[in-house]
């Protein structure tokens, strides 16, 4: 018997909201269908972990997804917000990129995401604050019971409610994102999302930005800072969703390190909601999705010589911390004040390398080998040469 039906959750969603119906763009009906067909026959969930993905994975967004829809209509001012021109981190998985991501927001001179806020991107009708208080304490429930079913989750990519966070956990919302593949061990989904339209998903991330915007206008002035290792390869998307060009931020390490990295952080995400050990499958997946986006970013980087960008590598930001947020404000334009570095100091501090454990990984943990993940990588190895080595 099937745990879940799409036609029961759209009605669960409405009831829970008072009887919104308008879900928005109906383009995530096809993502959200596939994925329940996939948890119902080929994810391995766990029978102690069923309640957990029908609230917080389908649910949630789906409620948030009403209520957005709801303020669309009663405020269409929102979509009227100018975003400037965005500051987007991308590059590899692994690569450095969350101790950049974070430490830049630190330094308080960014519009910057956090967990809470992209985990209940929507307003609360009825709450005061738009739900604020009930948004974090709802998304700190969640944070608790992901580190105490799989404790591992910290060794990775640890998400802290009140730290700043990738935008694609608001891009969940739209049941057509890769870090939905990355979650659960369905080959169904994972075949689908491989060659799905990514374009509805950009068209409604742009959305959810000036709605978040909208939410907290005292944030306005300030460039947007977001980051997602799967924009690496969709630049062309984002480029053409907002007003003015953004300036990218690509971070860069070695593809044979890349990996097995992201492989040992996806597998305890994935123990939350199934015992298989899916690290060979995975790997392979990851490997040709990474290395397709790589030569698509490589395709855009070369039909677009002028936009502005900065190439970072790995070492810099491990090893060299404050130089390279420096070398960030200089290419933005932007003062490094003396507050600026003391926010990045302060979060260097409090989270030292490994405070969570060193993480073990190697290409055979996912039946592979360097050489043969850099072969996969050949022509990114080859341009970057000089940031991976």
């Known amino acids: 018997m099937n745990k879940l039906d799409v036609k029961q959750l759209l009605a669960t969603a409405t009831e829970r909201t008072g009887g919104l119906n308008d879900f928005g763009p109906d383009d ?14 080929d994810a391995g969930i766990r029978e102690d972990s069923w309640d957990q ?30 975003l400037g021109s965005p500051v987007i981190m991308a590059g590899l998985v692994r690569t450095g990129s969350t101790k950049l991501h974070r430490t830049l927001a630190a330094s308080g001179g960014f519009q910057a995401l956090r967990f809470w806020s ?12 738009g739900g604020r208080a009930r948004r974090i304490r709802e998304t700190r429930q969640q944070e608790a019971w992901m580190y105490a079913t799989s404790p591992d989750v910290h060794l990775g990519h640890p998400l802290y409610t009140e730290e700043a966070e990738e935008d ?17 061990a369905s080959p169904t989904y994972a ?16 959305k959810q930005l000036k709605y978040l915007q909208w939410q907290f ?20 998307f984002l480029t053409s969703i907002f007003d003015k060009p953004p300036r990218f931020l690509f971070t860069h ?32 997946e990851v490997i040709a999705m990474y290395a397709h986006g790589a030569n698509e970013h490589l395709r ?36 490094f004040t003396a507050a600026a570095e003391q926010g990045v100091r302060d979060w260097e501090a409090a989270n030292p390398k490994d405070k969570h454990g060193k993480a073990e990984y190697s290409p055979a943990d996912l039946g592979s080998t360097e050489e043969a993940i850099r072969t996969a990588f050949k022509p990114y190895v080859e341009r970057f040469a000089d940031y991976i080595g």
């Not at 075949?191 to 742009?206: E, L, N, S």
């Not at 206008?217 to 062309?236: A, C, D, I, M």
């Open 28 to 41: 995530f009906l096809e993502g959200l269908e596939v994925l329940v067909k996939g948890l119902n026959t």
């Open 53 to 82: 993905v029908r609230e917080q994975r389908i649910l949630r967004s789906l409620v948030n997804r009403l209520w957005f829809a709801k303020d669309l209509k009663d405020h269409p001012e929102i979509l009227d917000e100018d």
């Open 118 to 129: 992209v985990n209940m991107f929507s307003r609360i009708p009825g709450e005061p604050d």
């Open 168 to 184: 694609q956990w608001m891009m969940e919302a739209t049941f057509r994102h890769p870090l939905i593949f990355g979650m659960f």
């Open 191 to 206: 075949q689908w999302i491989a060659q799905a339209d990514m374009r509805p998903t950009f068209d409604y991330y742009i």
């Open 217 to 236: 206008p005292e944030q306005r002035g300030k460039p947007w800072l977001v980051k997602t290792p799967n924009h690496f390869g969709s630049e062309s």
């Open 253 to 284: 390490r070695d593809p044979a390190k890349c990996i097995p990295s992201i492989v040992s952080t996806v597998m305890p995400m994935r123990a939350l909601y199934t015992d298989r050990d899916t690290r060979h499958s995975f790997g392979a």
């Open 300 to 335: 855009w980087r070369d039909s677009h010589p002028g936009n502005p960008m900065i190439d970072i590598s790995f070492r810099d930001i491990t090893q060299r911390g404050i130089d390279t947020v420096h070398r960030i404000y200089d290419f933005l334009g932007m003062p």
